[in-house]
């Protein structure tokens, strides 16, 4: 929401603003709860990296954790200057990292191992190029929530074909972030006006933020047992200080 104050990134030119006033405390930040609010997104994604190079998870998971930071980073350039091309930082590692969780998703049933992965990696260069060039407004939030969408019926076969109570719990955490984390986000974009007249703003994008990062660290951490499991390692959910769940292998001895 803009409210005309001189700032340091000059006039706003992003298509979309959020329901926060606009360099309230600082000249250099635009939106300020909406910048720090990705944090938090940052540090899960590093934790969930530490532990899948640690216990030597495959690339692809390291790339999934920090794909969650690059996307984060670029969230709060974005909500720190509300500038286009900064808005383009956000929503292209968006569809980015969508793409990437559909390789992770459908890549142990592949037959032709390197089809998929390159058209994958064609269509998400071919949409960056084509959204550095024009503005979709609603388009892109339908085709980012398409994206999403196809990976619901393959997360769903993981989901009911695992056993382990645990990795059911990070599955359904997942849901509940992310049901939460829209509902925080579609009140701050349709009743922003209302919201504006409150003595204190909830600040509803904010939290979308933070919900989605935790929901992206319990997706990948789910998808991490799940894969395990596929390789015969016996994977287990563990609690770092009783709290925050990562999962433990136990590959098998090479005879």
Known sequence: MADGIPS??????????????NYVYSSYVAEFFNTVSNIPCIVLALIGLINAL??????RFSVLHISNMVLAMGSMLYHA????????????????????????????????????PTFLFLYGAVFAIVHS?????????IHYVALCLLCIPRTYKYYI??????????AKVYVATLVLGSVCGLCDRFFCKQISSWP???????????????????????????????????????????????VKIEKPKVQ
């Open 54 to 59: 640690r216990q030597r998870f495959e690339k």
């Open 81 to 116: 200057t509300l500038q286009r091309v900064q808005q383009q930082s956000d929503e292209t590692p968006m569809v980015w990292e969508i793409l990437l969780y559909m390789y992770i998703l459908h890549s142990p049933d592949w037959h032709y191992r390197s089809t998929m």
């Open 8 to 21: 340091f990134w000059g006039p706003v030119t992003s298509t979309k603003e959020c329901c926060e006033q």
């Open 200 to 246: 204190i703003n909830p600040q509803g994008h904010a939290l979308w933020h933070v919900f989605m990062g935790f929901n992206s660290y319990y997706a990948n951490t789910f998808l991490m047992f799940c894969r395990a499991q596929q390789r015969d390692w016996s994977p287990k959910v563990v609690y770092f200080m009783g709290i925050l769940p990562y």
């Open 133 to 141: 060039f024009f503005n979709f407004g609603i388009g892109f939030k």
């Open 161 to 170: 074909y695992t056993a382990d109570a645990s990795a059911k719990r990070l």
